[in-house]
Every structure is written in C-alpha cells, then in structure tokens.
C-alpha cells in the first residue's frame, strides 16, 4: 500500500514539473513573441497563434520583396499598365513591369504612405489566403472571423513593423476550451526605408543636377564615331546613320553606365576597369573623376553599408538628329570662290534628343540585425538639342518602325481635338496657320485654322488619330514654326497652340579681330568660313548659317519681344578651326525695328603653332570678351 502510495506520489510529482515546465516555456514564449499582446495565450491555442505569425510575417516579406522589384508598387496600377509610356519592362518574355519614377515630363515617385496602404492592403489580402480557413486544425478547433483584419504598417529606421487587429473566435470542437485572438505584432527586419530614401534621394539629385544626362552627352560628345560639331577640310561629303549612331550610343550606354557610384556608399575603389591606355584600378580612372556622384555630404553616415548600381540592358533608345533626312546625316560642303574654286570644306554641326530607360538598383547588405534588401526604380534620361531636359516633353518625332503607311494611320480617325492657334507676342488669335500632326514616323496634314465660334477664337476641331506622345506642328508666313506636344487618347481635349512672330536677315558677315590686337576689324581671308549658330534661350527660335553666304538661308529673331540668344561662331580655314565667337546675345525688340543686317565679331589667334591655336579655341568664351557682342545695323 505504502509503494502504491509512493508511486502516486511520483506520478503526480512528474506531472507537476511537466505542467510547470510548460507553464515556464509559454511564460517565455509570450515575453519574448508577443510581448505587445494583452491576450491571455492557453497552451493549447499555441500552435494556431504560431500558425497565424508564421503567414502574416511570411506574406509581409513577399509583399516587401515585390515593392522592392517594382520600384515601391505592389502591383502595377492599371492607368500604368496601359500605358507603354510609363513603365519599363525588365524581362519581356515574362512581362514584368516597372513603372517609371520620371517619364517624359511626369514625375511618378509613390509616396511612403501609398506604400504603407499598398503593403496592408496586400497582407490583408493575402493573409487570408495563406490561412486557408485555419483547415490544419479542423479537427480539434473551430476558427470564426468575427471582423476583417486591420494591418496597421509602419517603417522604422532599422525595420519593417506590422500590426494586426484580426479578432478570432477559437473554440474547442469538446466546447471545453472558447478563446478570443485579436492583437498580433511583428517586426520585419528589413530597412526599407534607407532604402527607399536614399533611392527618392537619387530621383531628386538626378532632376536638379541633371547626372545621367551630362554623362550620356559626354560620352557621344568625346566618341570619334558619334558627329556633333566639326570641320573637315576635304570635298567628300561625310555621311553617318541614325541607325548606326543608335546601336554605338546604346553600347556606350550599357558599358560605362554601372560604373557610376554614390559618393558615401559601399563601393570598391580597387575594383578592377579594364583600360588599355592606362590604369586599371577604378580609382585612378576616369571614372573616380566623372562617374563618383555626390548627392548627400551625410551619405557616408546614413548608407555606408548600401550598394547603388545603375544599368543600362539593351532598353529601347529613342533618338533624333537634326539636321537628317531619312535616318540619313550628312555634312554641308562648301566650297571656296574665284581663284580657290578648288578649295572644300566639309562643316557638320549636329544636336540630338534622346530619351532612354536607366534602372537603378539600392542594395542593403545583410548585417547581424537586419536582411539584405534590394530596391529598384527607373526613370527615363531625356536630352533635347543636346540639352538636359527634365522640365517637358520633348517636342521632335522620333524614328520609329511604323505599323502602317502615314495614309492608313491618318485615316483612323478616332477621338475629337480642338487646337486654337495664337500669337505668342500678341496674344492675338490667329486662322490660316497650317497644321500638321507627328506621331512617331507618321506625319498627317490637318489643314488649315480659321475663325471659330462665329469669330470669338481661331483654331481647327477635328478627330485625330490615336496617339499618346505626338505632335502639333504649326507653320505661317512670318513666324517661326511652333510645336507642342499633344495627346489624342481622350475625346474633346483641347490645345492652344502659340506662333512666335520672327524677323529674317537675309544679310550678315562676319568681321574678325587678331588676339595680338583686338581694337583692328578685318575682312576673313578668302580661305576661312565661319559657321554661326543662334538659338533662343528663353524661346524656341535657332538658325544655323555658314558665311561667306550661299543659297537662300536667313537668320531668324524673335519680332516684337525682347530675347537673349546664345551665340556660336566658329571660322576655319581649309585645315583648322582658327577663331570664334561664343557667348549670349541680348536683342531688344526696339533694336529690331528698323536693322536690316546682322554683324558678328570673332577672335582670331595670330601665331603659327597649332597649340595656341587649340588653346584659344578650347578657351573662346573666355577670349570671346575681348571683342564686341553682334550687331544690328
């Protein structure tokens, strides 16, 4: 009796210390795990709570990894997906789309309460879905949902916390055990938000210091094989393809871009860059000079442990070159008169716009704390007449591969647009202005303005072809050609379309003066020419002329305001570019009332060697001071 009772005793005993342990375990596991939770935890609801954290942390995750991938969008709003404008395609074959951060014009960067919604949105969604209506437990427990989840999100400095309001009514199939669940709290050990500013840091330095689009013109201005502005003292005119200076400027693109880095973040200056003409450590290349940007003096403090990359992979490169004709560029010969009849000269001056997709990528490293983390966005580079231009759209066609002749195209005729026509100085209403439409290659006449609304304004409705990114061209005697860029997606939109009146000088020379004494005009040599640019920089007007004069090509000034100019003259003989003229030029509109020719001075280095000749062109603003502004005469 005495041993039965003693093995009782050491049942009990042994269940005792069971019971306390597991008292203990679930005493700590409720410290350590839901720290935040007043619910009171039963043992045996243990396994759905951990059932429950495991699809909230892991559809938390999946939800930061895809705003990661997608440049902090979820999923891809539908005004984005159908429009080829404002995403990038990263992997066509499958579809993935990245909406753009800046496109043409329009700045796109999701705020961090849009993310915030979008992340609850898809846990809540998905956390549902992950549960699976709790079927692993069927057998022992029914689970209601007595309210919608609330997901409350918020980004800390270090990680990711998610908060849950999902009240669950939990009873034991044997009715002993009825339980309450609604608080849950997690903490996601990502740093996103580093991420996510120092990648909305990137956007607002690239639309201020305008990075991307210095570097892509430094690299077709320096390339033998790009054109842009030269003087080639031969007879044979030079011809380049579009196509050709296309495919060049893209494998320039895809080669030198991921070189560029962020001043302050983790980046290898030993990295190896292979350059045949000396060395071969990043920092002691070009690039530790060019390619280093520095975008925040903190940037060494705040994301020190972050790699940025930027990538250029085959994307679509839009471009345009003007002066071209069919994808064709070629140089403008000249030729000497009289006695040097046998003398020619091969002069090109070249501007493009460009509009091409970058991918940046901000990649978090793992450290003790937190997950490595990576997040993307694009934005579009965007260079107009060799420009920088994040202000507006560009307002050129661009060479595309078309679909259909411009006669098919012009003839689908779909939604109704109202372009009103008026003068830019007077702000008067104008008819008899031509119209002509641009979409990509296509070009369709619109006919001409006339009165409408019995007189009240001038202008012309009528249905357009579908286009998103097009063109309204304008033309009238007197006034330089206007364009503006349109979209005809939407019926009944409408345009005000403005023509800047212009006064042509069919007459200008060009006088230059020896640096040795700059007081002393001269007539130029019957050898030397110069080429002489003009473009408006407060409005869209530009000439580009060569003189000695010959054919019918004026140059064009701004009739009735007041504009300034920025001047380019440039004078060669049959071997060397040997003086110049660069700087702005104010013009007021009462100094154009009665001028009737247009006198440019230039500066001329006098000595024979070569390299004071290269000097004093390479420093021509500088010496450029030394003699008179262009004159009205």
Not at 45 to 58: E, R
Not at 413 to 424: K, P, R
Request: glycine fraction near 6%; aromatic fraction near 12%; hydrophobic fraction near 35%.
């Amino acid at each position: 009796m005495d041993k039965q009772k003693r093995g009782q005793a050491a049942v009990f005993l042994v269940l005792s210390l069971v019971v306390i342990l597991l008292g203990l375990l679930y005493f700590f596991y409720q410290r350590q795990i839901t720290e935040k939770e007043t619910e009171i935890l039963h043992p045996e609801i243990l396994p759905i709570k951990l059932y429950i954290d495991n699809c909230a942390k892991s559809v938390a995750e999946e939800g930061l990894i895809r705003i990661g991938l997608s440049g902090g969008y979820v999923n891809v709003p539908e005004r984005i997906n159908n429009d080829p404008r404002a995403y990038l395609t990263t992997f066509p074959s499958a579809g993935f789309k990245i909406p753009y951060w800046w496109h043409d014009g329009i700045s796109s960067v999701p705020t961090e309460d849009f993310i915030k919604q979008q992340l609850a949105s898809y846990v809540k969604a998905e956390l549902r879905n992950c549960l699976g209506n709790f079927e692993p437990f069927a057998g022992r427990f029914e689970v209601n949902e007595l309210k919608e989840a609330i997901v409350d999100v918020q980004f800390n400095e270090n990680d990711v916390s998610i908060s849950l309001k999902y009240p669950l009514k939990i009873a034991s199939k044997d009715k002993r055990l009825e339980i309450l669940l609604e608080n849950f709290a997690y903490e996601i050990p990502f740093r996103f938000k580093k991420a996510y500013e120092l990648a909305k840091l990137i956007m607002e330095r690239q639309n201020n210091d305008y990075f991307l689009e210095k570097r892509t013109i430094d690299l077709y201005s320096i390339d033998r094989d790009i054109p842009t502005t030269d003087v080639d003292a031969r007879c044979e005119t030079k011809i380049w393809q579009l196509k050709t200076i296309r495919d060049k400027l893209k494998t320039l693109l895809r080669v030198n871009l991921p070189y560029i880095r962020i001043k302050g973040t983790n980046y290898n200056e030993n990295l190896y860059v292979p350059n045949p003409n000396g060395k071969s450590v990043y920092k002691e290349t070009y690039f530790q000079q060019h390619y280093v940007w520095d975008i925040n003096t903190d940037a060494d403090k705040k994301y020190k442990n972050m790699k940025v990359g930027f990538s250029y992979e085959n994307y679509p490169l839009d471009i345009y070159a003007r002066p071209s004709e069919n994808g064709i560029l070629r140089s403008n010969a000249q030729k000497g008169t009289d006695l040097l009849s046998f003398l020619c000269l091969q002069i090109w001056h070249f501007t493009y716009d460009i509009r091409y997709p970058v991918l940046v990528t901000v990649f978090d490293q793992e450290t003790k704390d937190n997950r490595a983390y990576q997040f993307s966005f694009p934005f579009k580079v965007s260079i107009d007449h060799n420009q920088p231009n994040r202000i507006k759209t560009g307002t050129t066609p661009f060479e595309t591969i078309p679909d259909l002749s411009s006669e098919e195209y012009c003839n689908t005729l779909q939604n109704e647009v109202t372009i009103f026509t008026v003068n830019n100085a007077t702000g008067e209403d104008m008819k008899d202005v031509n119209l002509t439409f641009v979409c990509g290659r296509y070009y369709c006449d619109i006919g001409s303005s006339d009165w409408l609304s019995l007189g009240a304004a001038a202008g012309i409705t009528k249905r357009f072809p579908y286009c998103i990114n097009g063109i309204i061209k304008g033309k009238k005697q007197g006034f330089d050609e206007a364009k503006m860029f349109v979209q005809t997606d939407v019926d009944g939109r409408s345009y005000v379309l403005l023509l800047n009146p212009i006064k042509e000088f069919q007459n200008y020379r060009v006088v230059k003066h020896l640096l040795s004494n700059p007081s002393i005009e001269q007539e130029l040599e019957p050898n030397e020419i110069a080429s002489i640019q003009i473009k408006g920089k407060d409005i869209g007007i530009e000439s580009f002329v060569v003189y000695p004069k010959e054919g019918n090509f004026p140059i064009k000034l701004a009739d009735g305001k007041d504009a300034t100019y920025e001047v380019n003259v440039y004078v060669a003989n049959e071997e060397n570019i040997v003086g110049g003229y660069v700087g702005d030029w104010r013009v007021s509109k009462d100094d154009l009332i009665d001028a009737n020719e247009i006198v440019f001075h230039v500066i001329e280095h006098d000595t024979a060697t070569d390299d004071d000749r290269f000097l004093s062109v390479s420093g021509l603003s500088s010496y450029s001071e030394k003699v008179p502004a262009p004159e009205l005469k």
